[in-house]
Nanobody
Framework: QVKLVESGGGLVRAGESLRLSCASSGTISGITAMGWYRQAPGNQREFVAG???????NYADSVKGRCTISRDNRKNTHTLQINSLEPEDTAIYYCFVRRLNNNVWGQGTQVTVSS
């Protein structure tokens, strides 16, 4: 099994930046991709950013140009840097890893952006 633990959420002001981290532990072999989703109140969970083990990245249009996803294979972590935060970015952010054609999810970390 894979266990994911997020960190780095919090309350920030519009225009500020935040870095979210996700640490993987357990059976991490077979992971092919990792990334982040988010879910705002009353909304469905939506894709934010992803990165493959080969380093290919993908971003949602809503965060493109403001987000950078990266990974550290030695530390088994992946990180999401979000700049120029907007109140619309307020959500619970969930990290995931893709392993054996299944997504494994973290518990979520709250990001609140005040205007």
């Amino acid at each position: 099994q894979v266990k994911l633990v997020e960190s780095g959420g919090g309350l920030v002001r519009a225009g500020e930046s935040l870095r979210l981290s996700c640490a993987s532990s357990g059976t991490i072999s077979g992971i092919t991709a990792m990334g982040w989703y988010r879910q705002a109140p009353g909304n469905q969970r939506e894709f934010v950013a992803g990165i493959t083990v080969g380093g290919h990245t993908n971003y949602a249009d809503s965060v493109k140009g403001r987000c950078t996803i990266s990974r550290d294979n030695r530390k088994n972590t992946h990180t999401l840097q979000i700049n120029s935060l907007e109140p619309e970015d307020t959500a619970i952010y969930y990290c995931f890893v893709r392993r054996l054609n299944n997504n494994v999810w973290g518990q979520g970390t709250q990001v609140t952006v005040s205007s």
